[in-house]
């Protein structure tokens, strides 16, 4: 009943578990996939993926080309990507070529990175996968006019106060 080869057994099902949980997820270079990709882990993606993908971290290597929309929350790119991107960290590297909208709390964009499709900054409330888009007003991401986050917290205070 408690026996120490029972315990091991629990024990090595339970590391299985949770090695399956964090592993990383890799879609070499000469793999295809259509359909969808859901995954608590992380993806690394260096074929071609058409599908939405799903996952807690997604890397789409420089030679890689997914069409779909990604949810994530952290997103890099270095490759080709057809669709929309909805992530808590987003970053383009300056081989990324993106067409499509980003929703991002955090976005960063390499010098030489090509991007086609609007910058939406979601709310900071939101968490990203598997939370609704809240329907508070977005603020589109400008290079030139960003505003400090102190003020930018302090209209968003404001109107609140005014519904």
Known sequence: MFSKANKDKTNADNSRQTAKAGMLSIISADLRISGDLICQGDIQIDGQVEGDIRSGSVVIGEGAVVTGSIQSEHV??????????????????KT???????????????QGAFLEGACKRLDTKSKVPGTAEP??????????????????????EQQRAAS
């Open 135 to 156: 329907d508070t007003a977005k603020q589109p991401a400008t290079a030139a006019g960003h505003q400090p986050a102190k003020q930018a917290a302090k209209q968003t």
């Open 76 to 93: 890099r790119v270095c490759g080709k990507l057809i669709g929309q991107i909805k992530a808590d960290n987003v970053v383009l590297e």
């Open 96 to 110: 990324a070529h993106v067409t499509g909208d980003v929703l991002h709390h955090s976005l960063a964009i390499a």
